[in-house]
């Protein structure tokens, strides 16, 4: 069974014709319903490694963090505070890109069943954000405030403002009928898998784990920790649409391209240290501008990797506190996940390939 039929558009604005080939590529338009034959079985591999990592956001205990929240400095307060005002509407932005603009346009069973789930664990995530702010943030008018943060701090507004940019670049787009449109979808997908989840989130894990490293606030990283794995699956199964997408219609990867996402992936950065300055200014013990500015550039060089694209900075990973976790926390983390739950998570976390 097939879905929704091809609209007939003028032949020399099209990328390919379906009619010529027994088999549709990925980024066709149309809505292919079929799961037999199974053209695209790793993405249903990646729908089934997510279901493994279940996780509610009653299973996090924030309430332990209130102690440490009175021990923190001046400083260290206002990190964590633009920190849950980001945390507050970052994954919905995600989440309406992925409705508005992803499942439209992936023409694969396999790639929607991901998809579905991946807005489902955002949905958990935005929960979690919600817990967390309830938690950290008693006073009402307060966590209104954070709510409104992409309007009123600057920093977080610039990084909202890079997002919604790239949502409108592709929200007019209902099909997918020219190599510009294809290639315009493709800077979308590489935009919020290597900018948003992969550069502005590992960004704010980063805190999160130096706050841990300094004793503080376990709760939250704890919480970080399920977060941290789906962002991670998020990204790959969105690099392996990109590699698929590759591997169809190579075409489309050409110098303009490389060039165009190395120009995203600065811009995302500068965005990026522009929030640091913010979480930085009063002056965090342990923690400076030089040091972050130089892990925001490790990180977007491996997004670069991952796309097989040369790297930008050469930059160097300045955090130990990220290339080495407390190995027995997350062992019995995870151990405790397998024992007590049905849904237990396989797998091996390696934090120096995502970081």
Known sequence: MRGLPVSAVDESTTVSSTAGRATPM????????????????????????????????????????????????AAERHLVGRLVAFFA??????????????????????????????????AVHVQFYLNLLDTYVPDEEERFAAFAAIETIPSIRRKAEFCFRWIDSVFELRELKTRDDRRAFLLN?????????????????AYVYFLRSRGLLHGLASGTNWVFRDESMHMAFAFDVVDTVRQEEPELFDDELRQQVREMLAEAVECEVQFAEDLLEQGVSGLSLPDMREYLQYVADRRLAQLDIAPLYGSSNPFAFMELQD?????????????????????????????
């Open 189 to 205: 997908v590489i935009c919020f898998a290597a900018c948003i989840e992969g550069l502005f989130f590992y960004g704010a894990f």
């Open 89 to 122: 509407t970052g994954d919905t932005i995600v989440a309406n890109n992925l409705v508005l603009n992803l499942y439209q346009h992936v023409n694969s069973p396999e790639g929607r069943l991901y998809l579905s789930r991946q807005l489902f664990e955002e």
């Open 26 to 73: 990925l980024l066709d338009p149309g809505m292919d319903l079929t799961l037999r034959p199974m053209r695209y079985p790793h993405f249903f591999d990646r729908f089934r490694d997510a279901i493994k990592n279940t996780w509610t956001v009653e299973e996090v205990d924030l309430h332990s963090d209130l102690a440490d929240l009175d021990r923190l400095s």
């Open 327 to 355: 190995v027995q926390e997350l062992s019995n983390f995870f151990e405790r996940r397998v024992s007590a739950y049905q849904v237990g998570v396989g797998g091996t976390v390696r934090f120096d390939d995502d970081f």
